[in-house]
């Protein structure tokens, strides 16, 4: 079996996270979406045997792979299966939201299916797995309107790392924080409202562990992103956003003749070990 099995959540169990994200502490724990062995085995294929494939750009941040659902990159096809499941419990949590509701008028989508929003979502979203090694930080920070946060844990604390990780605040002046990664396992999906809660990664505590590693999947607003982009090695053009005919064939004929300069996250990656992992059925 190519995908790994998946625990999608009750209507019950979303209708709770609802009410905790928006208005409760603003994070909920979806508990062992994947299992754990499933979880080990991600971690294993990505870290193991492809390390290459991350990359740092900086010394304060971390190592980070990218997932666009529609690159012509070639990732095993686990990280799309991943990447939908993710989202459309992320869409479901955020059915009645005020910046949602809005995101789906301006752009047509009022009372389209929950697969016809995310076909329009792929346009301008992505994902990214998250490596911590050892120093490796995120700053304090809070993200801007309808940027909430998925991440799905796939190393444990303890083990991989020893201390350390996501630290949510109260508000700005608040100076000592939660550290979420006390609460979550391995196989674990953890939803986060970063547009309303500062927050962190810091104090890591890596030893002779791995590190520390998640799927973050978080929503992207349109226009949050370039209108259109594209990956290294194609001459394909992707838009973000509805474009009409003519300025297409504008701007393709441009990158035919001046590229633009294309963004570390869709640069193009080699898996020496191409064979995606087999999960449990």
């Known amino acids: 079996m190519l995908l790994p099995k998946f625990k999608s959540p009750s209507e019950k169990e979303i209708s709770k996270s609802r009410e905790e994200v928006f208005s409760g502490n603003g994070m909920y724990i979806f508990r062992s979406v994947i299992g754990r062995e499933d979880a080990l ?23 980070r792979l990218f997932f666009y659902p529609r690159s012509p990159i070639w990732h095993p096809p686990f990280i799309e299966f991943l990447w939908e499941k993710i989202c459309y419990i992320r869409n479901d949590i955020y059915e009645g939201h005020s910046w949602f509701e809005s995101y789906k008028e301006r752009n047509n989508l ?6 016809k929003i995310l076909d329009f979502q792929r346009h301008h979203s992505w994902a990214s797995f998250f490596w911590y090694k050892s120093t490796e930080t995120h700053f304090k920070h809070l993200d801007g309107p309808g940027e909430l946060a998925c991440f799905l844990i796939l190393s444990e604390k303890g083990k991989d790392y020893i201390d350390g990780g996501l630290y949510i605040y109260k508000d700005e002046s608040d100076d000592k924080g939660i550290l979420v990664d006390d609460d979550y396992n391995l196989g674990d999906l953890l939803v986060f409202n970063q547009s309303n809660f500062y927050h962190e990664v810091k104090n890591l505590v890596i030893e002779d562990g791995i590190g520390r ?61 191409s064979k995606s992992p087999k999960f449990n059925s």
């Open 41 to 63: 085995k991600i971690k294993d294929y990505l870290l193991i045997k492809n390390p290459q494939i991350f990359t740092k750009v900086s010394e304060e941040g971390n190592h």
């Open 110 to 115: 009022k009372d389209k299916s929950s697969s």
């Open 213 to 273: 590693f998640q799927l973050y999947v978080p929503n992207i607003p349109d226009g949050r992103i370039n209108d259109y982009f594209t990956f290294e090695g194609s001459n394909k053009v992707f838009y973000s956003r509805p474009t009409n005919f003519f300025k297409k064939i504008y701007i393709q004929i441009n990158q035919v003749f001046k590229r633009d300069k294309i963004h570390y996250s869709r640069k193009a990656v080699e898996y020496h070990d």
